[in-house]
């Protein structure tokens, strides 16, 4: 069911680096990006597969990882993810790319967690020092990195306590909770 596909799709941060992802495996990804919905049907969004551990430390060392997790830097080595999609906004075909990105990388990650993958969307970014590296043509836009991988992680969904607090976090045993808000709390009557 798509309810279970959608439990079972977090943001996952650390990863198996014995399990490979192939560059196929990626390109599978981004095919079921192209075929999601897009504004107009402009489909502005263009994309980078990386699977060749090179390149993914190229484009590691750009990214800030879990906001509210102050203390973590990110995932250590051996549990960094093995694939990387930047998703690129084309310039020449449009300015707005919430939409189009918001549905693809949906499309992404349930297509990973069905194939027993997991990935996080990552927004924040050392732009400009990634599209250096990588050099990446001004014509496009940085909008996200979906890093994936084989998940090493338990991430728990419980409910939003009484506090309101929705930050995630870890406990002693490394166990990621995410706290969601019930559906009475987001359904409103008129």
């Known amino acids: 069911m798509i309810k279970d596909l959608i439990t079972k799709n977090r943001s996952y941060r650390r990863f198996s680096e014995k399990e490979v992802i192939r560059e196929e495996t990626l390109l599978q990804l981004v095919d079921l990006a192209r075929l999601s919905p897009s504004a107009a049907n402009r489909q502005p969004l263009k994309y980078i597969v990386s699977s060749n551990s090179k390149r993914n430390s190229q484009i590691f060392k750009f990214l800030k990882w879990a906001a509210y997790l102050k203390d973590w830097n990110g995932p250590k080595e051996g549990e960094r993810p093995t694939g990387y999609i930047i998703c690129l906004g084309d310039k020449s075909i ?11 990388s949906l499309s992404i990650l349930l ?26 043509d001004d014509n496009f836009e940085i909008l996200s990195v979906i890093a994936l991988g084989k998940p090493i992680e338990t991430v728990v969904i419980e409910s939003v306590g009484v ?25 409103i009557t008129i």
């Open 94 to 104: 449009g300015g707005k790319f919430d939409y189009d990105l918001g549905l693809a």
């Open 163 to 187: 506090d309101g607090d929705i930050k995630y976090w870890r406990d002693d045993q490394e166990v990621h909770h995410v706290p969601k808000r019930s559906l009475e709390d987001i359904v």
């Open 111 to 136: 297509g990973a967690t069905e194939m027993g993958l997991g990935g996080c969307i990552i927004h924040s970014i050392e732009r400009e020092k990634l599209r250096s590296e990588l050099n990446i």
